[in-house]
């Protein structure tokens, strides 16, 4: 972003990811930590059969999973994931740490928050940023006519206001 480009006149559009990794719902847990750390992402869209976004999956969903389920408590997670305030604090090395056996029977479906939230194509950086911290979400997804097109995280933005280019 340039320097003599303003705040207020950065959209959605100027900062979202359009290269989204997803996971279908009927995929496992293992399929979805794998998909992950490959990517080295805290979380991603969760998919129906017809390829609609219908929820979110992330490492804090995993956990949170396992903890409630301690018979599915197979996923090995790094010591400073727990020590992390929020999904976007864990660093990349670590990724490298995350084993899921292949035994693990649970699905996306079950781990998923099956809440989507998202921001016009068009939405300001403020509109963004309050949506992140309205529903105390790390990701958004942007829309254009209805149509999931891209993705903005917290780091996202972030970026946008800290940018000189």
Not at 53 to 70: Q, Y
Request: aromatic share 4%; glycine share 4%.
């Amino acid at each position: 972003m340039s320097s003599a480009v303003r705040w207020p006149d950065v959209r959605a559009r100027d900062i979202m990811r359009t290269d989204v990794v997803t996971v279908p719902d009927s995929a496992t847990l293992t399929e979805a930590v794998q998909r992950l750390a490959e990517a080295r992402i805290s979380g991603m869209p969760v998919t129906d059969e017809a390829g609609h976004v219908i929820g979110v999956v992330s490492i804090r969903d995993v956990l949170d999973f396992l903890s409630e389920n301690p018979d599915q408590r197979r996923v090995f997670a790094p010591r400073s994931y727990y020590l992390a305030s929020t999904d976007e604090d864990l660093p990349p090395e670590e990724f490298d740490e995350i084993e899921v056996p292949e035994d693990t029977e649970a699905t996306v479906a079950e781990v998923m928050t099956a809440e989507v939230f998202s921001v016009p194509v068009d939405a300001g950086l403020e509109a963004v940023a309050k949506a992140l911290v309205e529903h105390q979400v790390h990701r958004v997804l942007v829309t254009d006519k209805r149509r999931h097109v891209g993705l903005v995280s917290v780091m996202d933005v972030l970026a946008a206001l800290v940018s000189k280019d």
